[in-house]
């Protein structure tokens, strides 16, 4: 019963393991895009729609895809680079992202991580999400002239200003007066342009700007004057590739978004079966053998077949080697000892020939049942003499 029942157990996991695999291969086949802030992803978490209306106010959009794509989209003072984010962008292809940007008429990093200031070179850098209401600009005009109207909203992240350079620019503080206390912070950092680098705007309103977010307050007119100040537009989304030796900010980069959820149907459905199947077992119940046999009659039974059969080798052999087992033990070797080390110990015992006993212990044949009567007697003869 149990072990039918532990069958039943198997098969249904495999049945599971089956369908949250299957479920995983269909969501990872999607055709649909759907990495972050990406111009082609429809998704909440997409720049679909403003990517659309960059293009209807007429600003020519190329997306670039990892850093090959990018370095090869010619660059001039009339378009603008954006960085769709820096988790994935090491430290070499930083470099070689801030020499393609020289240039820009603009750069604009979206969705800053610890990693910005140090892979492009920059005085700033992301700090800790901040859930706001809606944000003012709270600067004076800059490189983007915000207006009072000009407030965004969202789950936001801080940008924090590490260097002393006084043209720096924080704009939409978390809450009214958050630089009274000397704090260089805010949802957007402006960055006038100094020596090769172009005018840069470090913006963490990446989430203000996505498709979930984007006809909130005014969020379609900050990505309007973020990203339309020139009527080329080039939109690069960095690849895993462009981490380099640099690891990616999280291991969640990398996986495919359906993969989680896969594995939490998959365990959720397995714990589900347990308990299903669990219940059904009851208690562990012993059943009584239908009979008891004594072990001399099997050895009676098993004698009788082997003499029906007329397989007389196969009756001496297990004569044989139930002899040596017995012998082997009572010499101190045990039970599956070689052949020959049996013969030799009993041999030292008992004073007898090594040949005389490896043939009667191993060798010997029974062509007749006259032969294996007498083998059968001589190795019995020899045990009642190792007990004697």
């Known amino acids: ?58 600003v020519e959009v190329t997306v670039a895809r990892g850093l090959p794509q990018l370095l090869g989209t010619p660059v001039s003072p009339d378009s603008t680079v954006l960085v769709a984010g820096t988790a994935l962008v090491g430290e070499d292809a930083g470099q070689q992202l801030s020499r393609y940007a020289e240039g820009a008429g603009r750069l604009v990093v979206l969705s800053p991580e610890s990693n910005t200031g140090e892979v492009l070179d920059l005085p700033v850098e992301g700090g800790s999400y901040a859930q706001v209401g809606s944000a003012a600009p709270g600067c004076e005009a800059g490189l983007l002239h915000w207006r009072d109207g000009d407030q965004v ?109 896969s594995v939490v149907l998959l365990v959720l459905a397995l714990l589900a079966t347990m308990l299903w199947r669990g219940r059904r077992l009851g208690p562990v119940v012993t059943e009584p053998l239908p009979a008891l046999i004594r072990s001399v009659e099997t050895t009676r039974s098993r004698s009788q077949l082997y003499r029906r059969a007329q397989d007389r ?31 030799q110990a009993v041999a030292e015992a008992t004073g007898r020939h090594t040949d005389e006993l490896h043939r009667l212990l191993v060798e010997a044949t029974a062509p007749d049942d006259e032969t294996l009567v007498r083998i059968a007697r001589e190795v019995r003869s020899l045990e009642e003499g190792m007990i004697g």
């Open 313 to 343: 080798e196969r009756a001496l052999a297990v004569l044989q080697l139930g002899a040596r087992r017995r012998l082997a033990a009572r010499v101190g070797l045990t039970r599956h000892a070689p052949p020959h080390l049996v013969v």
């Open 153 to 261: 909203s969202g789950a936001n992240r801080l940008v924090e200003v590490t260097g002393d350079d006084r043209s720096v620019v924080p704009c939409f503080p978390p809450t009214p007066g958050y630089h009274a206390g000397g704090a260089q912070a805010g949802f957007v950092v402006e960055l006038p342009a100094a020596g090769d680098r172009p005018d840069t705007v470090v913006a963490g309103i990446a989430t203000s700007l996505t498709n979930e977010h984007i006809t909130d307050d005014a969020n379609a007119a900050a990505g309007l004057r973020l990203l339309g100040a020139h009527p080329h537009l080039v939109w690069y989304v960095p690849a895993v590739s462009d981490a380099g030796d640099t690891a990616p900010q999280s291991l969640i980069d990398v996986l495919p978004e359906a993969f989680l959820p």
């Open 1 to 58: 019963m149990r072990a039918s029942t532990g069958r039943r157990l198997a098969l249904w996991g495999v049945v599971v393991l089956v369908l949250a695999v299957a479920a995983a291969v269909l969501g990872g086949m999607r055709t649909t895009n759907e990495l972050p802030f990406d111009p082609d992803n429809p998704e909440d978490n997409g720049m679909q729609a403003l990517a659309r209306v960059l293009e209807r106010q007429g």
